[in-house]
Protein backbone atom coordinates (compact mmCIF):
# COMPACT_ATOMS: atom_id res chain seq x y z
CA UNK A 1 0.00 0.00 0.00
CA UNK A 2 1.53 3.34 -1.29
CA UNK A 3 1.28 6.51 0.98
CA UNK A 4 1.78 9.69 -1.34
CA UNK A 5 3.51 13.04 -0.28
CA UNK A 6 1.34 14.49 1.85
CA UNK A 7 0.26 18.02 1.09
CA UNK A 8 -1.88 20.70 3.45
CA UNK A 9 -1.72 18.05 6.22
CA UNK A 10 -3.15 15.14 5.17
CA UNK A 11 -1.65 11.79 2.94
CA UNK A 12 -3.58 9.25 0.97
CA UNK A 13 -3.13 6.06 1.54
CA UNK A 14 -4.94 3.02 0.08
CA UNK A 15 -6.54 0.94 2.19
CA UNK A 16 -9.23 -1.78 2.57
CA UNK A 17 -12.57 -0.69 3.82
CA UNK A 18 -15.70 -2.92 4.94
CA UNK A 19 -19.31 -2.11 4.09
CA UNK A 20 -22.57 -4.49 5.02
CA UNK A 21 -23.62 -4.12 1.79
CA UNK A 22 -20.36 -4.22 -0.54
CA UNK A 23 -18.30 -6.56 1.61
CA UNK A 24 -14.24 -5.72 1.63
CA UNK A 25 -13.10 -3.56 -1.01
CA UNK A 26 -10.06 -1.09 -1.86
CA UNK A 27 -10.26 2.34 -1.59
CA UNK A 28 -8.21 5.14 -0.92
CA UNK A 29 -8.45 7.28 2.35
CA UNK A 30 -7.19 10.80 3.58
CA UNK A 31 -5.07 10.62 6.78
CA UNK A 32 -3.64 13.15 9.31
CA UNK A 33 -0.28 13.70 9.31
CA UNK A 34 1.62 13.59 12.36
CA UNK A 35 5.55 14.35 12.05
CA UNK A 36 7.90 15.74 14.87
CA UNK A 37 8.54 19.89 14.75
CA UNK A 38 11.82 20.78 16.43
CA UNK A 39 12.03 24.15 18.11
CA UNK A 40 15.01 26.02 18.57
CA UNK A 41 15.71 29.91 19.97
CA UNK A 42 18.94 31.53 19.26
CA UNK A 43 19.61 34.79 21.55
CA UNK A 44 21.75 38.23 19.81
CA UNK A 45 25.07 36.45 20.51
CA UNK A 46 24.74 33.34 18.50
CA UNK A 47 23.57 30.54 21.52
CA UNK A 48 20.68 28.23 20.62
CA UNK A 49 19.24 25.78 22.92
CA UNK A 50 16.01 23.11 22.12
CA UNK A 51 13.20 24.19 23.69
CA UNK A 52 10.55 21.63 22.48
CA UNK A 53 9.90 18.65 19.95
CA UNK A 54 6.40 18.92 19.41
CA UNK A 55 4.33 16.15 17.45
CA UNK A 56 2.03 18.35 15.04
CA UNK A 57 0.51 18.25 12.08
CA UNK A 58 2.34 20.22 9.76
CA UNK A 59 0.96 23.36 8.60
CA UNK A 60 1.19 26.91 10.00
CA UNK A 61 4.25 26.25 11.80
CA UNK A 62 5.59 29.42 12.21
CA UNK A 63 2.40 30.13 14.16
CA UNK A 64 2.67 27.16 16.03
CA UNK A 65 6.40 28.16 17.13
CA UNK A 66 5.48 31.76 18.22
CA UNK A 67 2.62 30.41 20.03
CA UNK A 68 4.22 27.54 21.64
CA UNK A 69 7.23 29.97 22.79
CA UNK A 70 4.25 32.62 23.97
CA UNK A 71 2.53 30.11 25.86
CA UNK A 72 5.39 28.64 27.59
CA UNK A 73 6.58 32.02 29.03
CA UNK A 74 9.87 32.24 26.49
CA UNK A 75 8.46 35.24 24.74
CA UNK A 76 6.68 38.55 26.32
CA UNK A 77 5.06 39.47 22.91
CA UNK A 78 6.00 39.71 19.04
CA UNK A 79 9.00 42.31 19.45
CA UNK A 80 10.85 39.35 21.14
CA UNK A 81 11.18 37.62 17.55
CA UNK A 82 13.52 38.56 15.23
CA UNK A 83 12.71 36.36 12.76
CA UNK A 84 11.86 32.28 11.95
CA UNK A 85 14.23 30.37 9.91
CA UNK A 86 13.45 27.07 8.50
CA UNK A 87 9.87 28.30 7.34
CA UNK A 88 9.01 27.75 3.89
CA UNK A 89 7.03 30.51 1.74
CA UNK A 90 3.70 28.39 3.02
CA UNK A 91 4.44 28.69 7.09
CA UNK A 92 5.51 24.88 6.97
CA UNK A 93 9.00 23.45 8.05
CA UNK A 94 9.27 20.75 5.73
CA UNK A 95 12.24 19.94 7.63
CA UNK A 96 10.62 19.62 11.06
CA UNK A 97 12.94 21.97 12.53
CA UNK A 98 12.46 25.51 13.25
CA UNK A 99 15.24 28.09 15.07
CA UNK A 100 13.08 31.61 16.52
CA UNK A 101 15.67 34.68 16.56
CA UNK A 102 15.48 36.30 19.56
CA UNK A 103 15.58 40.30 19.61
CA UNK A 104 17.01 40.11 23.57
CA UNK A 105 18.51 37.95 26.12
CA UNK A 106 16.28 34.92 27.95
CA UNK A 107 17.39 35.50 31.39
CA UNK A 108 17.10 31.71 32.15
CA UNK A 109 17.94 28.10 31.02
CA UNK A 110 15.87 25.77 29.44
CA UNK A 111 15.12 22.36 29.42
CA UNK A 112 13.99 20.67 26.31
CA UNK A 113 10.87 19.00 26.79
CA UNK A 114 8.95 16.19 24.39
CA UNK A 115 5.16 17.25 23.65
CA UNK A 116 3.12 14.44 22.49
CA UNK A 117 -0.11 15.53 20.05
CA UNK A 118 -2.72 14.29 22.86
CA UNK A 119 -1.91 16.59 25.80
CA UNK A 120 -0.34 19.40 26.79
CA UNK A 121 2.60 20.00 29.68
CA UNK A 122 -0.33 19.28 32.68
CA UNK A 123 -0.28 21.11 35.72
CA UNK A 124 3.37 22.68 35.11
CA UNK A 125 1.51 25.74 37.17
CA UNK A 126 -0.66 26.69 39.96
CA UNK A 127 -3.03 29.63 39.59
CA UNK A 128 -1.54 31.59 42.19
CA UNK A 129 1.76 31.68 40.02
CA UNK A 130 -0.30 32.50 36.53
CA UNK A 131 -1.61 35.60 38.42
CA UNK A 132 1.06 36.56 39.58
CA UNK A 133 2.92 36.27 36.25
CA UNK A 134 0.14 38.27 34.36
CA UNK A 135 -2.85 39.31 36.98
CA UNK A 136 -6.70 38.54 35.83
CA UNK A 137 -8.36 39.39 32.67
CA UNK A 138 -10.27 42.75 33.43
CA UNK A 139 -12.26 44.06 29.87
CA UNK A 140 -15.48 44.89 29.15
CA UNK A 141 -15.67 42.77 25.92
CA UNK A 142 -19.74 41.46 26.08
CA UNK A 143 -21.30 38.80 23.04
CA UNK A 144 -25.16 38.15 22.66
CA UNK A 145 -26.50 34.63 22.70
CA UNK A 146 -26.97 34.89 19.46
CA UNK A 147 -23.61 35.31 18.18
CA UNK A 148 -22.42 32.98 20.74
CA UNK A 149 -24.85 29.83 18.98
CA UNK A 150 -23.34 30.80 15.45
CA UNK A 151 -19.45 29.80 16.62
CA UNK A 152 -19.87 26.06 15.55
CA UNK A 153 -21.07 25.93 12.43
CA UNK A 154 -18.80 29.30 11.35
CA UNK A 155 -15.95 26.97 12.83
CA UNK A 156 -16.39 23.49 11.74
CA UNK A 157 -17.34 24.81 8.02
CA UNK A 158 -13.35 26.24 8.20
CA UNK A 159 -12.48 22.53 9.25
CA UNK A 160 -11.37 21.49 5.98
CA UNK A 161 -8.66 18.89 7.33
CA UNK A 162 -11.46 17.83 9.76
CA UNK A 163 -13.53 16.69 7.00
CA UNK A 164 -11.35 14.94 4.59
CA UNK A 165 -9.85 12.75 7.78
CA UNK A 166 -11.47 12.73 10.71
CA UNK A 167 -8.79 13.31 12.85
CA UNK A 168 -7.30 16.80 14.18
CA UNK A 169 -8.57 19.08 16.61
CA UNK A 170 -9.71 22.93 15.21
CA UNK A 171 -9.32 26.17 17.53
CA UNK A 172 -11.01 29.50 16.01
CA UNK A 173 -10.68 32.99 16.70
CA UNK A 174 -13.70 35.22 16.94
CA UNK A 175 -14.42 38.74 17.43
CA UNK A 176 -17.41 39.54 19.78
CA UNK A 177 -19.23 40.47 16.14
CA UNK A 178 -18.78 36.73 15.67
CA UNK A 179 -16.53 37.70 12.97
CA UNK A 180 -14.11 34.12 11.91
CA UNK A 181 -10.23 35.92 12.06
CA UNK A 182 -8.74 32.74 11.71
CA UNK A 183 -9.50 28.58 12.03
CA UNK A 184 -6.35 26.44 13.10
CA UNK A 185 -6.35 22.50 12.57
CA UNK A 186 -3.82 20.04 14.16
CA UNK A 187 -3.75 16.59 15.57
CA UNK A 188 -3.09 18.23 18.94
CA UNK A 189 -5.40 20.59 20.39
CA UNK A 190 -2.80 22.18 22.12
CA UNK A 191 -0.86 22.70 19.36
CA UNK A 192 -3.94 24.11 17.41
CA UNK A 193 -4.61 26.34 20.52
CA UNK A 194 -0.98 27.66 20.09
CA UNK A 195 -1.45 28.27 16.58
CA UNK A 196 -3.94 30.82 17.31
CA UNK A 197 -1.98 32.35 19.65
CA UNK A 198 0.52 32.56 17.08
CA UNK A 199 -1.09 34.15 14.42
CA UNK A 200 -2.03 37.19 17.16
CA UNK A 201 1.75 37.58 17.44
CA UNK A 202 2.70 37.52 14.02
CA UNK A 203 0.25 39.19 12.56
CA UNK A 204 -0.33 41.74 15.26
CA UNK A 205 -4.15 41.20 15.84
CA UNK A 206 -5.58 42.29 19.11
CA UNK A 207 -6.57 39.43 21.50
CA UNK A 208 -8.39 41.40 24.35
CA UNK A 209 -11.35 41.15 22.60
CA UNK A 210 -11.09 38.04 21.31
CA UNK A 211 -13.23 34.67 21.36
CA UNK A 212 -11.47 31.52 21.46
CA UNK A 213 -13.53 28.48 20.48
CA UNK A 214 -12.02 25.20 20.62
CA UNK A 215 -13.52 21.48 19.02
CA UNK A 216 -12.56 19.59 21.93
CA UNK A 217 -13.18 19.53 25.57
CA UNK A 218 -11.98 23.11 27.77
CA UNK A 219 -9.19 20.91 30.11
CA UNK A 220 -6.67 23.11 32.17
CA UNK A 221 -4.03 23.37 29.73
CA UNK A 222 -6.46 25.39 26.90
CA UNK A 223 -7.93 27.84 29.48
CA UNK A 224 -4.40 28.29 30.97
CA UNK A 225 -3.19 28.92 27.19
CA UNK A 226 -6.37 31.43 27.00
CA UNK A 227 -5.63 32.95 29.96
CA UNK A 228 -1.67 33.49 28.90
CA UNK A 229 -2.78 35.08 25.42
CA UNK A 230 -5.37 37.72 26.56
CA UNK A 231 -8.66 36.06 25.64
CA UNK A 232 -11.42 36.87 28.48
CA UNK A 233 -14.07 34.44 26.53
CA UNK A 234 -13.47 30.52 25.94
CA UNK A 235 -15.58 28.69 24.24
CA UNK A 236 -15.84 24.48 23.13
CA UNK A 237 -18.29 22.32 22.03
CA UNK A 238 -17.56 19.07 24.78
CA UNK A 239 -16.86 19.36 28.52
CA UNK A 240 -14.98 21.50 31.16
CA UNK A 241 -12.49 19.81 33.62
CA UNK A 242 -13.12 21.25 37.41
CA UNK A 243 -9.89 22.80 37.14
CA UNK A 244 -10.59 24.65 34.11
CA UNK A 245 -13.44 25.81 35.80
CA UNK A 246 -11.36 27.01 38.76
CA UNK A 247 -8.69 28.86 36.59
CA UNK A 248 -11.36 30.30 34.17
CA UNK A 249 -13.06 31.90 37.63
CA UNK A 250 -10.46 32.82 39.36
CA UNK A 251 -8.35 34.26 35.93
CA UNK A 252 -11.57 36.58 34.88
CA UNK A 253 -12.43 34.11 31.92
CA UNK A 254 -16.05 33.45 30.55
CA UNK A 255 -16.59 29.66 30.17
CA UNK A 256 -18.86 28.32 27.93
CA UNK A 257 -19.12 24.50 27.14
CA UNK A 258 -20.91 22.28 25.52
CA UNK A 259 -21.75 24.64 22.86
CA UNK A 260 -23.93 22.74 20.14
CA UNK A 261 -27.69 21.87 18.56
CA UNK A 262 -28.36 25.42 20.03
CA UNK A 263 -27.97 25.14 23.78
CA UNK A 264 -24.46 25.75 25.75
CA UNK A 265 -23.70 26.52 29.58
CA UNK A 266 -22.00 28.97 31.44
CA UNK A 267 -19.12 28.00 33.97
CA UNK A 268 -17.73 31.44 35.06
CA UNK A 269 -18.06 35.08 34.39
CA UNK A 270 -22.02 34.63 32.75
CA UNK A 271 -21.73 38.90 32.99
CA UNK A 272 -19.90 39.29 29.49
CA UNK A 273 -23.30 37.37 27.81
CA UNK A 274 -25.74 39.55 26.35
CA UNK A 275 -29.39 38.18 27.00
Same mark, same amino acid.
Given at each position: ???????? %?????? +?????????????????? *????? !??? +????? %?????? %? *??????? $?????????????????????????????? &???? #???????????????????????? !?????????????? $????? @??????????????????? !????? /?? $?????????? /?????????????? @??????? &??? @????? @?????????????? %??????? *?????????? +?????????? /???? *??????????????? &?????????? #????
Amino acid at each position: MEVSEHTS %GKTRRE +IITFRQETGFIKTMDDIA *VEEPL !AID +IEELN %GDSERV %G *VIMRTPI $MDNYLAAGFLYSEGFLSGPADIDGIDGIEY &DGVS #RRNHVTVRLSGKISFRVQTRFINS !ACGVCGRSTIADLL $MRHGK @IRDDARIDLHTILSLPAKM !AYAQS /LF $MTTGGVHAAA /LFDTDGYLKIACED @IGRHNAV &DKV @IGYTM @IENVDMDAGILMVS %GRAGFEI *VEKAFIAGFP +IVASVSAPSS /LAVQ *VAESMGITLICFLRN &DRFNVYSHPE #RILP
